[in-house]
């Protein structure tokens, strides 16, 4: 087995083939240069021939300073009775200024006859001549052998001519495409095994596809049989079911294997690369998704974290810093003491509980959890029901009542209207404020209440609103449970609200997001109470 692999991150051309992204020229310069920090050894761009955004990519590109990454450039083989010399695609390859060029070329026999619709001979020539051609005019030249697993099936033999015709014009590495990735490990094995023997002299490579939810096992798989090169996208983006994961395959090859993947780059920010990659797809992140998830490394059950304290390998099969994420304990109905103690040594407030208020607490979170409440994503109110918890703690503010009205008559808009009455400071606060909406009519009324007292919530803002349906079978009224993220610019948190009205759930999550801040800062002045500044 080798003891290097270079990794070819294809996001930018195969990834973006994923239903649902669409990158602009400034996204994929940025997505590439978060890549080459990471020290992804090649970035395929695009393809030069195909599209004026791609064309612009390389030409920015070529402008740009490259720490460890060589830029790529896709394209295919020439046309069939052509030549290169009056082929767009291939001169197109060589004028965007890439230093490397992924030629694509059949190695099917049922590819080459009824797609291209040519014979077998010229498909031959088709590769041997575009490799030369780039090849002369000095370019790193690898091979993508398109749909080589299923055309070595048919004919093994005219599969390995595909790979000889582009190794005899001086390819630099032979890629096999399980184009249509419906190969299993055992198959990439046997003929990647074949094709190193056959081509000791030459780097071998792989590109997978996961139509059957293998193509990371068929990366390694191929490493393994003896393939020194990869590709695959970061998250597993691409056409159809997405291709290899790198976030899992560079992970698998240097922790599990032993096998250097990163042209000294660091591991360790794996999981912000593939989190920026994400943000910038504008998709929604994988949290499960291995090594890098939200909850890769998240334990909930009470023996786990209560083995995790004592060893933090019981239930870990790496320690998580060694790709930027972390260990997260969750607090649910699962929950037992060590989760809660856990709990309180992260949040570092200060605040120590016997281990009877530890088991009380536990028991606490089950009990609301068990009517609809769930802690383990809206960690604020977590926060707050140990602070809420304290003997010395002190209400910032009460609520005492609130109403909100909403109204649409025959000839005006939506009316949304909030009335609030609050104790600050021991003074009755009375407000009432419209809003775009009913939870917004409620934050305004809110503030009018709070800010002549707390004027530090002014940076305070909702940043996001999400509403579960706890039990879907009782229809319009069922339990909704509602999570709040708020930030004042430098601290971000998520409070929860639950109940049968929807409305009374929002205000709860609302009034959670509120409070906290104000005893947080409380907290780090050393005073059991906020100060507070008196209406005027």
Known sequence: MVERVSVLDTTLRDGAQREGISFSVKDKLRI???????????????????????????ARAAQMHWQHARIAAFGSTRRADS??????NVQALIACGAPVAVLVGKSSPMHVTEVLRTTLDENLAMIHETVAHLKSRGLEVLFDAEHFFDGYRLDADYALATLRAAAEAGADRLVLCDTNGGCLPSEVTR???????AFSNRSIGIHAHDDTGVA??????????GADHVHGTM????????NANLNTVIPNLELKMGIRALANGDLSLLTQASSYVTEIANLLPDPHAPYVGQSAFAHKAGLHVSAMLKNGEAYQHV????????????????AG?????????????????????????????????????QYEGAEGSFELLIRRSQPDYLAPFEVLDFLVLVEKRSGRDILSEATVKASVDGMTMHTAAEGDGPVNALDRAMRKALLPFYPELGPVQLTDYKVRIIDPKSATAAKTRVLIDASDGEQSWTTMGCSVNIIEASFEALIDSLELPLLRRASARGIAEPATTAAQ
């Open 337 to 373: 003491r060590g989760n809660i103690a856990h709990k309180l040594a992260e949040l570092d407030l200060g605040v120590e509980l016997s281990a009877e208020r530890v088991g009380a607490l536990a028991t606490q979170v089950k009990e609301r959890e068990s009517n609809g409440y």
């Open 216 to 225: 990371v096992a068929n990366t390694l798989a191929a490493v393994e049989a």
């Open 319 to 334: 320690r998580p810093e060694l790709v930027g994420n972390e260990t997260r304990v969750l607090v649910s109905e699962l």
């Open 235 to 242: 998250n597993g983006y691409g056409e159809r079911c997405g």
């Open 32 to 58: 590439a240069a978060k890549l080459d920090e990471l020290g992804i050894a090649y970035i395929e761009g695009g393809w030069p021939g195909s599209n004026p955004k791609d064309a612009e990519f390389f």
């Open 191 to 197: 003929m990647v095994a074949a094709v190193t023997a």
């Open 83 to 88: 030549t290169v010399e009056q082929d767009h």
